[in-house]
């Protein structure tokens, strides 16, 4: 049974930087793409960044492209998500997932998801 753990949330001020972090149980990743989606209230979830855990490929949402570096840490079964310049509509809860597909970015390709770690950026 995979299970993933998202943390790092919070709340942080417009312009603020947080990392979350998706520590993984044991093999879970090797060929596997990592990716972390986010919802807001109302809202559908929506794809924010993924990587390819053996090379490392990327590959982000428009909505975050400059600001977010997703990577990952082998050592670890761990991957991150650094988010810079945090805005006020980057407020959601934030979940990593696992996903069979290279770099997908439909939630529908995730076959393992985390219980999402709450970031609220305030104006």
């Known amino acids: 049974q995979v299970q993933l753990v998202e943390s790092g949330g919070g709340l942080v001020q417009a312009g603020g930087s947080l990392r979350l972090s998706c520590a993984a149980s044991a093999r879970t990743f090797r060929s596997y793409t990592m990716g972390w989606f986010r919802q807001a209230p109302g809202k559908e979830r929506e794809f924010v960044a993924a990587i390819t855990w053996s090379g490392g490929m990327t590959y982000y949402a428009d909505s975050v492209k400059g600001r977010f570096t997703i990577s990952r840490d082998k050592a670890k079964n761990t991957v991150y998500l650094q988010m810079n310049s945090l805005k006020p509509e980057d407020t959601a809860v934030y979940y990593c997932?696992?996903?069979?597909?290279?770099?997908?970015?439909?939630?529908?390709?995730?076959?393992?998801w985390g219980q999402g770690t709450q970031v609220t950026v305030s104006s």
């Open positions: 997932a696992q996903s069979y597909t290279v770099l997908a970015a439909r939630p529908t390709a995730y076959d393992y």
